[in-house]
Every structure is written in C-alpha cells, then in structure tokens.
T-cell receptor
Framework: DQQVKQNSPSLSVQEGRISILNCDYT??????FLWYKKYPAEGPTFLIS?????DKNEDGRFTVFLNKSAKHLSLHIVPSQPGDSAVYFC????????FGTGTSLTVIP | GAVVSQHPSWVICKSGTSVKIECRSL??????MFWYRQFPKQSLMLMAT?????????EQGVEKDKFLINHASLTLSTLTVTSAHPEDSSFYIC????????????FGSGTRLTVV
C-alpha cells in the first residue's frame, strides 16, 4: 500500500511561471516531509524539508506547504527555470522513509 | 556536507556473471545504508537495508541470494548482483542517513547496470 502518493506523473510549466507539485500521504504519524530532485542517471538530491509542526518552509525559489488535516503537501517553485526540469520525489519520515512515485517536471523555455 | 560515493556509475556485463556495486560514506560513518532500484519512469524501490556488522534486511519480493549485500565497515556497503540476467538491468542507488533528519537521506550517484 502506497503511503506517499504523487498523483501527477508529469507537469509542464512555462519558464518564469509557478510550478506546483503535489503529494498526499496516509499516515498521520509521519513527522518529517522532504522533497528530492532527481536528474536522469543520477541519485536524488535533497531539496527542502518541513517538520510536521510547521505548515510552511521557504528556501529561495522553493516553498513547501503542509496541510496536516488534508494529509497533503506541495512544493512551489517560482519562478520556474529550465534547469528545474527533473523528477521530484516527496518523502515522508516515519519508522522508515517512504517515497512517492515522482513527478516529472518540464520547464519550457 | 555528507557525501555518499557510489561506484561504478555504469556497468555492462554478460548474462550469468556477477557485478559488485560499492557505496561509501566519505565524511561520516553510516551504520545503516539503503539500496534502491529504479525502473524506468517508476519510483525508487527499497530493496534492502544494510546494517554494519550484521545481515541485511531485505524487502518483500527481493531475492537475498541474488542481491548479496555486505556492510563490513562503517563506511562501506556493497551490493553484488549474482548471476545477472537482462531483467536485472536497472538503475541501482544507495543511500545513508546522515543523522540529521532535516536532510533525510544522502544518496549516491547511482549505478546503471545493463546485462546483455
């Protein structure tokens, strides 16, 4: 059973616009949420995280929002750049880490 | 920051041979490392948890005799794909916890295995 879900396998956004990547989870006991970025043939790299006691964390162009009541988190990238084109995985921390299935973001110049 | 080095980055082998992939934590000690497999256009699938000085813990459906994991030191874990077959062709990634939950895992750069 997938405890972390990313229902959009792909997303295309025009350069300069906002990219919004969504993630849903089922376990209310998760205490930390993270986003990773992955280029083809490379390992994922950490992007941004948020504790379950917060509802927003911002780092430059990247902001993660957490809605605990909805068990939903989202990653906002603004403005989007072509170099942001990659697969984005959300992950949740419980007794282990659970990864979503990933969303492939394409930023169109 | 914490770095995990994974080698080789790509390997081509003949069917029936074995391939060893190394994962090293360069500036920290990793008592636990994780091995993932990624199929094209799919998520990371946890294969096994590698524990220093003890047997690895394999996820359901992963053949422990086929994917041998050794974690002999606090900085090195190896994954050996034994008697490889074309269906084992995939992208294998290792990772380790740095101890700081805010960063989660640090990942190796991955190994592209092609079995011909």
């Amino acid at each position: 059973d997938q405890q972390v879900k990313q229902n959009s396998p792909s997303l295309s956004v025009q350069e300069g616009r906002i990219s919004i990547l969504n993630c849903d989870y089922t376990n209310s006991m998760f205490d930390y949420f993270l986003w990773y970025k992955k280029y083809p043939a490379e390992g994922p790299t950490f992007l941004i995280s948020i504790s379950s006691i917060k509802d927003k964390n911002e780092d430059g162009r990247f902001t993660v929002f957490l809605n605990k009541s909805a068990k939903h988190l989202s990653l906002h990238i603004v403005p989007s750049q072509p170099g942001d084109s990659a697969v984005y995985f959300c992950a949740a921390s419980g007794n282990q880490f659970y990864f979503g299935t990933g969303t492939s973001l394409t930023v169109i110049p | 920051g914490a770095v995990v080095s994974q080698h080789p980055s790509w390997v081509i082998c003949k069917s029936g041979t074995s391939v060893k992939i190394e994962c090293r934590s360069l500036d920290f000690q990793a008592t636990t490392m994780f091995w993932y497999r990624q199929f094209p256009k799919q998520s990371l699938m946890l294969m096994a948890t590698s524990n220093e000085g003890s047997k690895a813990t394999y996820e359901q459906g992963v053949e422990k005799d086929k994917f041998l994991i050794n974690h002999a030191s606090l900085t090195l874990s190896t994954l050996t794909v034994t008697s490889a077959h074309p269906e084992d062709s995939s992208f294998y990634i290792c990772s380790a916890r740095t101890g700081e939950i805010v960063y989660g895992y640090t990942f190796g750069s991955g190994t592209r295995l092609t079995v011909v």
